[in-house]
């Protein structure tokens, strides 16, 4: 069964750049959006947090296509992420988060977990 | 078996050639080497030894180094002349010893003719050979208005080059008919010498010096056999060089009537022990004064010294290609058609001024020799011919009409033959650079690591690319120059769209030119190209995503995604006041700070969000940014200079701050470095910039293309004793030159190697605007500099452009939960762990 969630509101379409990126804070944590307009779809949510450098710049990323494939070049190390499937084209094995983003009149929404209030560890 | 011991006696070019190539082999385990030199210095570069009027020192000439020797076991006596040989014995006595030999050889070069006229070893009589020579010239000029140089041959003109470098009237007087009487005909002589006369050196020919006495107007009068006369300050003699025999004659072994140590087909004199190599050897009643072909006895030697049977010198082409005072001198094989029944073809062009001759064999088949005079282009076609037989094609009159006029291409690479020599100076032939290719090797530079071809004189340097690219082709490897999959264009070939075409956006070039949505790799050689053309605000909202991320947010990213910030600090210069802003402003937000390199501060740790408010206190005391994130301007590093320096000739603080103020903000395919040293102790480190400024006391000598970071190279000297105006007006040419053709992510010195024709060629262009797009060029660069902005300042004057630095749109509070810190030495420093592999 599908875990619950929620979409969220995270943004509104003045704050997007075109053939950028953006970040925004989530309850699942740091998500960059990604506003492509000559691409249908054009929005794309991947997680901000760079997998090699642990660090959240990844909205901070180049984008661009690679044989067709949407995608954002990391800023610290370069590699290249699918902005559809969150796969790292250098390295099979790594994947980042990717979330489902729509437009809902003027707000961008996410579709993000719901994050259970987890009791705090002594 | 025991060690022996080899002697040689000279350390010239042709004597550590020898050195080199003996420790590569294996009978180098059987011996000790033991070198003595008569000069103080170790081997150097003599064929360059003009360039030494011209900033070169001897560091920069020289063919190795002292820790090269003691690397090698090679025990060195330099500045000890050897004084006599004692052949029963095989002893050689210097002024400080006397040492046993096994094997000799004698490597002891030339001296130069010196004609007997009276009062030739007056005071201001100089030869020009040695460093020693050239300190003692240099000396002398300092006093002097003019010169004479006695001899019209290639080493006279390089004096005579020299003489008007230090800034004299430069005479050259030749006893001959023409200048250069050995490589040239009547016609080329006549064109050559006309040249260098329009370039202010005066020729006199058929004069017969008589004598040299007190003169009237000047020190010295040379009084002419024809009983005219010339007064002049100091005299260089350099009618021709005489091989160096003394101590061979006068231990018995067989000398040449006219001098020379004889020896046979390996090099080896009447004595077995003994052998002789370069200019001092006589082999089949010739001396040989090129280097070239002292190499090839060197090698010939080696070989012989390791017992193989089958080494032997046979003789060497004698072919000259060379630029006398910027005029182009090519002197190829039998170049006076001295071969019976030899036939010309002459090409003489006296409206661009070319001289062209080939000579044929009598059935018009084979070339057996060429001048040319005015364009080396046809040079090395013509070589190629001469010494590998190669059949002239049905007209070939065409190898050497100006294309225009239906002229043929060049040899191409694919029609000679694997025997081919490509380099003479290390003896590569086309078969040893498919070798190397067969090998791994995939371009021109790592061809030159692997056969040493083209490092030597570097004259096969655009040969030995064609030879590659068209082997290169022919195995199926594809020489691919396009940008990225998006442009099927090179980065110069997109500068000249945009330019030509008045393109303003990244969108405009991809639809038109491009295909997809772009990457990481042509967006910003894109953005780049565009903010070099238009200079438009790299924040403009069409530019944004173009950028690297520290073009697009105006800093540096570290590792852990913060940033460092380097305000510019012109020439290193700083005022008290603006020095406490820096420390208070990296206090209040807890900055990270070092000195750079560049004579700056670097303050790292801040925040995306932190960035405009920390800029905005910065601007408030006047400070701009730095471009330590651009491919643009980054430092012009400079040297206190004779404001304050007891040894400094001009004001380097002032000039650093001009140029630094200049060029800042530019954007190039690259980082650019400057520096400026006001004297020529260098304390600035010029020599190891994009641009390197060294004062003279006559003005300011220009570097250029150096490189420090991981591939060092010494700038090269591109003009001397420019005043303010010239030196600007010659780094604005280079600088848009550079911006205009090289390649993306080219510092200058991979550009400048890269660059077809080299520096003569960036000379050509620049100096003497052979493009004529000189104008052009300083006209791009003035509209750049009138256009600059602060970015910073646009940055945080526009509400819209300072939105981009929330750290999370929808969270402004909120702080990125891995930027951790911890304290070392005083300071704040980040904690990070890798999470993937």
């Known amino acids: ?122 | 078996m025991e060690h022996q011991t080899l002697i040689v006696i000279g350390n010239g070019m042709v004597g550590h050639h020898f050195l080199e190539q003996f420790c590569q082999s294996p009978a180098s385990e059987h011996y000790q080497l033991v070198v003595f030199g008569e000069e103080k210095q170790l081997a150097y570069d003599r064929v360059h030894l003009s360039e030494y009027f011209g900033g070169s020192t001897h560091a920069d000439l020289a063919m190795a180094t002292a820790e090269w020797y003691d690397a090698q076991g090679i025990e060195l006596h330099l500045n000890e002349p050897v004084t006599s040989i004692d052949r029963e014995n095989q002893i050689v006595t210097t002024p400080k010893g006397h040492y046993l030999y096994h094997q000799l050889v004698l490597a002891t070069g030339s001296y130069p003719f010196v004609p007997p006229i009276a009062g030739n070893d007056q005071d201001g009589c100089f030869v020009y050979r040695t460093l020693a020579d050239l300190d003692a010239i240099r000396a002398s000029a300092a006093q002097a208005r003019s010169g004479v140089v006695v001899g019209g041959g290639l080493l006279g003109l390089e004096a005579a080059n020299a003489l008007k470098s230090l800034g004299l009237q430069a005479h050259v007087v030749e006893f001959a008919p023409r200048l250069m009487p050995v490589q040239l005909d009547d016609q080329g002589g006549g064109l050559l010498r006309q040249k260098i006369e329009d370039l202010g050196v005066q020729v006199h020919t058929e004069k017969a010096t008589t004598e040299i006495s007190p003169g009237a107007e000047a020190r010295l009068r040379m009084n002419f056999a024809d009983d005219s006369h010339l007064d002049t300050d100091l005299i260089v003699f350099s009618a021709g060089i005489r091989p160096q025999d003394t101590l061979a004659r006068a231990c018995g072994l067989e000398v040449g009537e006219r001098g020379g140590i004889v020896v046979n087909n390996q090099c080896t004199t009447s004595d077995p022990a003994i052998h002789a190599i370069g200019e001092c050897a006589l082999w089949n009643h010739r001396i040989f004064g090129l280097v070239a072909p002292g190499y090839t006895m060197a090698r010939t030697l080696v070989a012989a010294l390791n017992q193989d049977q089958d080494a032997a010198f046979t003789g060497a082409d004698m072919s000259t290609k060379l630029k006398l005072l910027g005029v182009d001198v090519g002197s190829i094989g039998d170049a006076h058609a001295q071969i019976p029944g030899a036939r010309n073809i002459r090409f003489h062009d006296e409206q661009s001024g070319h001289y062209r001759r080939m000579v044929l064999s009598q059935d018009g088949k084979k070339l057996l020799g060429a001048i040319l005079v005015g364009d080396n282009g046809p040079y090395d076609t013509l070589l190629q011919y001469v010494l590998n037989g190669i059949e002239l094609p049905d007209n070939p009159e065409s190898l050497i009409l100006p294309e225009s006029e239906g002229g043929a291409p060049a040899l191409g690479a694919d029609a000679l033959p694997d025997t081919a020599s490509i380099c003479s100076c290390h003896n590569v032939t086309k078969g040893d650079i498919c070798c190397a290719i067969d090998a791994g090797c995939t371009d021109v530079g790592s061809v030159k690591t692997e056969t040493r071809a083209s490092t030597g004189c570097g004259g096969c340097s655009a040969l030995l690319k064609k030879v590659v690219d068209s082997e290169l082709e022919k195995r199926g490897v594809e020489v691919c120059t396009d940008l990225c999959e998006h442009f099927p264009y090179t980065r110069q070939e997109l500068f000249h769209l945009v330019k030509v075409n008045g393109i303003r956006t990244f969108q405009n070039l991809i639809s038109q030119y491009g295909k997809g949505q772009g990457c990481d790799i042509c967006k910003p050689t894109v953005g780049s190209i565009l903010a070099s053309c238009w200079n438009e605000h790299v924040l403009a909202t069409d530019h944004v995503p173009l950028q690297d991320t520290n073009d697009t947010f105006m800093a540096n990213m570290q590792k852990n995604g913060t940033y460092s910030i380097v305000p510019r600090i012109p020439g290193g210069e700083i005022t008290p006041d603006k020095l406490i802003v820096l420390g208070e402003v990296a206090k209040q937000y807890n900055l990270y700070t070092k000195i750079t390199g560049g004579q700056r501060v670097d303050l790292f740790g801040a925040t995306l969000s932190e960035l405009p408010e920390i800029w905005e206190k910065l601007i408030a005391a006047g400070f701009e940014t730095g471009h330590a994130y651009g491919k643009s301007l980054r430092t012009v590093k400079s040297c206190v200079g004779s404001t304050w320096c007891r040894y400094g000739v001009q004001d380097s603080v002032g000039m650093a701050i001009m140029l630094e103020n200049r060029y800042k903000g530019l954007r190039a395919p690259h980082k650019v470095k400057m520096a400026v040293s006001g004297c020529t102790r260098e304390c600035a480190e010029a020599q190891s910039k994009d641009f390197g400024v060294i004062a003279t006391d006559k003005g300011w000598n220009l570097y250029v293309c150096g490189n420090g970071g991981m591939r060092p190279r010494h700038a090269d000297l591109f003009a001397t004793d420019l005043s303010d105006d010239e030196l600007i007006r010659t780094i604005d040419r280079v600088v848009m030159f550079y911006v205009r053709t090289a390649d993306r992510l080219q510092r200058t010195s991979v550009w400048l190697e890269n660059l077809e024709g080299g520096l003569d060629y960036l000379k050509q262009v620049v100096l003497d605007d052979s493009l004529g797009i000189g104008e052009e060029l300083e006209q791009h660069m003035a509209e750049l500099v009138s256009t600059y902005r602060c970015e910073w300042k646009a940055a945080v004057e526009d509400p819209e452009k300072r939105k981009r630095f929330r750290e999370f749109v929808n969270a402004p509070a909120q702080k990125d939960p891995v930027q951790q810190w911890t304290f070392e030495r005083g300071q704040r420093r980040p904690v990070l762990e890798v999470v993937a592999s």
């Open chain 1, 1 to 122: 069964m599908k875990a619950p969630t929620n979409w969220v509101p995270v943004c509104t379409v003045d704050d997007l750049v075109a053939d950028s990126g953006i970040a925004v804070w989530t309850e699942d944590g740091p998500v960059s959006v990604f506003y492509l307009p000559n691409r249908l779809p054009a929005l794309f949510a991947v997680s901000h947090t760079d997998p090699f450098s642990g660090s959240n710049v990844l909205a901070r990323g180049i984008t661009g296509d690679i044989n067709g494939e949407p995608v954002v070049a990391s800023p610290i190390y370069k590699q290249h992420f699918s902005l559809r499937t969150g796969r790292c084209l250098e390295d099979e094995g790594v994947q980042i988060k990717v979330y489902p983003a729509l437009l809902d009149g003027n707000r961008i929404r996410l579709e993000v977990p719901v994050v259970q209030a987890a009791p705090v560890a002594a």
